[in-house]
């Protein structure tokens, strides 16, 4: 019987890390593919290939996924994938400025969001533009959804637009990840 007991202990133990591995895998599975790129952009200092529209992509998708968890609660896994992929796609972005700023010339016009130029929108020339941006979608979005949390209507909204919006930036963009 102490057989079966440690064995019944050992499937269950083997269960539970198999179960938390694949929690692991499924939160941080998302961003394994720009860690190389970040890394080849920060030893090459070269951006070329890189699509600055795939992060906007990802991160509207990701803002919007959360706020979608406050109409229909789904898994906390998904919804740490979320903010995980938000501050991966962050830093790619603050890479990706950090090296195109050591490429404007003194005579290059500085584009910010402030600016409200539709020509360089995702184009800016400094972080902070981007994280405006995000701020100001963010606070819509969630006005939007906070009067509203059960709407029907709204959560499809929210969780229909990632999967819509992708392959409409994807044929923008097609370079990079």
Known sequence: MDAHFDATAVKQLGLQAVKYVSILLMVFG??????????QIKRTGNTEGFSQYVCLTLLLANILRILFW???H???????????????ML?????YVRTRQKTIL?????RRFIDLESAHFWK???????????LLFTVAASC???PCPTSPFLSNCWDFWPYFSK???ARRSSTGI
Do not use: N, R
Request: charged letters at 10%.
């Open 30 to 39: 998302g961003v394994v593919p720009y860690v190389p790129q970040y890394l």
């Open 70 to 72: 406050f109409c229909k």
């Open 74 to 88: 789904f898994e906390l896994p998904l919804l740490a994938q979320s903010f995980v992929m938000i501050f991966t």
């Open 91 to 95: 830093c790619m972005v603050h890479i």
């Open 106 to 110: 003194p005579t290059d016009k500085i």
């Open 124 to 134: 800016w020339t400094d972080f902070l533009s981007y994280l405006q941006f995000l």
């Open 144 to 146: 939007i959804t906070y």
């Open 167 to 169: 392959p409409c930036w």
